[in-house]
């Protein structure tokens, strides 16, 4: 089992930079893959960003944030990161952190708000 908590939501305006955070505890050397997904009102979640937790590190953004966001690790293997800059309106919903494990099981975390709004 792992356990996923985020961090770093808020209100921000357009143009803003906001840095959210996810801990993951548990059995999290069965980690293969990490990323945020998030959810805006009356819409469905999307992916935004993943993370490879094994060597390498590869990386996956959506369209809609290439450039902007940038998804990183911590140095132990229980931390992974969203760089959120040059914010947008239609950045607003939450945001919810994801672990994938080598049996392929799904964690999510409870999700952390970003409002973006002048």
């Known amino acids: 089992q792992v356990q996923l908590v985020e961090s770093g939501g808020g209100l921000v305006q357009p143009g803003g930079s906001l840095r959210l955070s996810c801990a993951a505890s548990?059995?999290?050397?069965?980690?293969?893959?990490m990323g945020w997904h998030r959810q805006a009102p009356g819409k469905q979640r999307e992916l935004v960003a993943s993370i490879i937790m094994i060597s390498g590190g590869r990386t996956n953004y959506a369209d809609s944030v290439k450039g902007r966001f940038t998804i990183s690790r911590g140095n132990a293997k229980n931390t992974v990161y969203l760089q959120l800059n040059n914010l947008k309106p239609e950045d607003t919903a939450v945001y919810y952190c994801?672990?994938?494990?080598?049996?392929?099981?799904?964690?999510w975390g409870q999700g952390t708000q970003v409002t973006v709004s002048s």
């Open positions: 548990g059995s999290i050397f069965n980690i293969n893959v």
């Open positions: 994801n672990a994938l494990d080598t049996a392929v099981r799904s964690y």
